[in-house]
């Protein structure tokens, strides 16, 4: 089993910035992918950004993300990060940290609310 904590959401002016952190334990896979989804109120749950253990890094395909969210992960830590810029109103949602591993098996934190206030 593996568990993610997640952990650096709160709430913001618009045009702030957070960091996200997300610490897995337990018995992972250190090839496994880490990753952060958001959920925002009354919509599905989508893709942030993904990176791999060896650094490879996948963005959701909005252009707002990519220009703005920045991921990034600390193997030894087994911790995977995400710095979010210029955030807006519409940024607002659940942000969830989750870990595919090599095998197949998926597992997800608990969430973080991060709210941008106008």
């Known amino acids: 089993q593996v568990q993610l904590v997640e952990s650096g959401g709160g709430v913001v002016q618009a045009g702030g910035s957070l960091r996200l952190s997300c610490t897995a334990s337990?018995?992972?896979?250190?090839?496994?992918?880490m990753g952060w989804y958001r959920q925002a109120p009354g919509k599905q749950r989508e893709l942030v950004a993904v990176i791999t253990s060896g650094g490879s890094t996948n963005y959701a395909n909005l252009d707002s993300v990519k220009a703005r969210f920045t991921i990034t992960r600390d193997n030894a830590k087994n911790t995977v990060y995400l710095q979010m810029n210029s955030l807006t109103p519409e940024d607002t949602a659940v942000y969830y940290c989750h870990l595919l591993e090599v095998a197949g098996a998926r597992y997800w934190g608990q969430g973080t609310q991060v709210t941008v206030s106008s």
């Open positions: 337990g018995n992972m896979n250190r090839l496994s992918v």
